[in-house]
């Protein structure tokens, strides 16, 4: 009995360390603790005051407003600008076909006098000034439409007179009354012209 005894009974010097072995336990267990009651107070969400909700939720919406009317702004003052471009693009083009279709009787009265001069001297003087013409106008980007032997198309030509003739076809130019020009892809002044049939 006594080795039993001896056994269960425990020494002073044995009790302390019992004692020991308990304590840091109990401090692991305390910071666990801590933490848990700091993460506990992290998660709950703060309250937020009805006026402050509101208060939030009409500084959102003005914000939303704010930013909906900037980006129509944007959008106008983009499309503002592009719309002032292609006006300065038209007005010049139109500036430019009005100045050139001024000097086209010019054209027709150079290529008149070439048709009907006679005097060969006189003649080749007015054909160098019709040649030099042609070349400003080409230098334009100004050029002359097509007629005699093509089909009548209302686009680029006027029809002045009509003939019934069975060597042409349908619709056919047979005659140029007056020269038709283009400046780039615009007509400046249709071709006058006669159609067949």
């Known amino acids: 009995m006594n080795n039993k005894d001896n056994m269960t009974q425990e020494t002073p010097e044995q009790q302390p360390d019992v004692q020991e072995a308990q304590k840091p336990q109990e401090e692991q267990t305390a910071p666990e603790a801590e933490t848990g009651e700091t993460s506990e107070n992290q998660e ?3 309250k937020v005051k009805p006026k402050t909700k509101a208060k939030i939720d009409e500084l959102e919406k003005k914000l939303a407003e704010a930013n909906d009317k900037y980006m129509r702004m944007l959008a106008e003052y ?3 600008r592009r719309r002032s471009q292609k006006e300065r693009e038209n007005i010049y083009a139109d500036v430019r076909a009005d100045t050139v279709t001024k000097f086209l009787p010019v054209y027709d009265n150079l290529a008149r006098a070439v048709q009907n001069e006679t ?5 080749k003087g007015v054909e ?3 040649t030099q013409f042609k070349t400003l106008l080409t230098g334009l980007g100004v050029t002359e439409i097509e007629a005699v032997g093509k089909k009548f198309d209302p686009t680029y030509h006027e029809a002045l007179l009509h ?3 069975e060597k042409y076809g349908e619709g056919e130019i047979v005659m140029e009354l007056e020269k038709g020009f283009m400046l780039g892809d615009r007509v400046i002044r249709f071709a006058k012209v006669q159609v067949a049939n």
């Open 44 to 46: 709950k969400p703060e």
């Open 78 to 80: 983009d499309n503002y």
């Open 119 to 123: 005097d060969g001297e006189t003649r």
């Open 128 to 130: 160098a000034i019709l």
């Open 163 to 165: 003939i019934e003739d």
